[in-house]
């Protein structure tokens, strides 16, 4: 069975400090996909990145950064400099291949993010 | 990106009604999916949405309170049916965009239902 953990519940932090989303997964498949999507207080939920298994290469998209590791299972997503239009829901996510259809995508609990001005 | 819309955007309704909730994507996909998210929770999966059979459910959900109808590769509704105060949620259809790699899901705008 595949899980994802979000331990942190809620987080804090003042405009332009940094801060890093942390992203454990368990799974037994040797493929996989993981993801981060942003949920903002609109509620639509915006798909940020995905990372493929075979790829522990860390990616940069501006003031955003994501560490693959999978020796720890851990997909941690930190924003730099952060900004008050950061304040969000944020979920870590794993997708594994099913044997007779489609993907079986299951989402962590979420980390809500506020970032004060 | 598929843009993925949702009708209604929300809705307020009576406990033993039941209500139809459609998503239109603007290009033809293969796989899409259905979810709920309980207030303050995360995401969980209901269904993926089969085109010419029946859908798929995850444990926990029945095709009896929640039909699924996919006619083509652009359009799904799912109902909820005989509604109770618990199935107060957001709803999401999703698609997965091969495009942006697989097995990535880009999310519908979701339908906020409020059981009274």
């Known amino acids: 069975a595949q899980k994802v953990t979000q331990a942190q519940t809620e987080i804090s932090v003042v405009e332009k400090e940094d801060v890093t989303l942390d992203c454990v997964y368990e799974t037994r498949d040797t493929t996989y996909y993981l993801f981060w999507y942003k949920q903002p207080p609109s509620g639509e939920l915006v798909f940020l990145i995905r990372?493929?298994?075979?790829?522990?290469q860390n990616e940069i998209s501006g003031r955003y950064s994501w560490n693959f590791q999978k020796s720890t299972s851990s997909f941690n997503f930190t924003i730099t400099a952060s900004q008050v239009v950061d304040s969000a829901v944020y979920f870590c996510?794993?997708?594994?291949?099913?044997?007779?259809?489609?993907?079986?995508?299951?989402f962590g609990p979420g980390t809500r993010l506020s970032v004060l001005p | 990106s598929a843009v993925i819309s949702q009708k209604p955007s929300r809705d307020i309704c009576q406990r033993g009604t039941s209500l139809t909730i459609q998503c239109q994507v603007d290009s033809q996909v293969t796989m899409m999916f259905w979810y709920r998210q309980q207030p303050g929770q995360s995401l969980t999966l209901i269904a993926t949405a089969n085109q010419g059979s029946e859908a798929t459910y995850e444990s926990g959900f029945v095709i009896d309170k929640f039909p699924i109808s996919r006619p083509n590769l652009t359009f799904s509704t799912l109902t909820v049916s005989n509604m109770s105060p618990e199935d107060s949620s957001i709803y999401l259809c999703?698609?997965?965009?091969?495009?942006?790699?697989?097995?990535?899901?880009?999310f519908g705008p979701g339908t906020r239902l409020l059981v009274l």
């Open positions: 990372r493929n298994s075979f790829d522990e």
């Open positions: 999703s698609v997965e965009d091969l495009l942006a790699g697989e097995g990535t899901q880009y």
């Open positions: 996510a794993l997708s594994v291949s099913r044997d007779n259809y489609g993907q079986n995508f299951v």
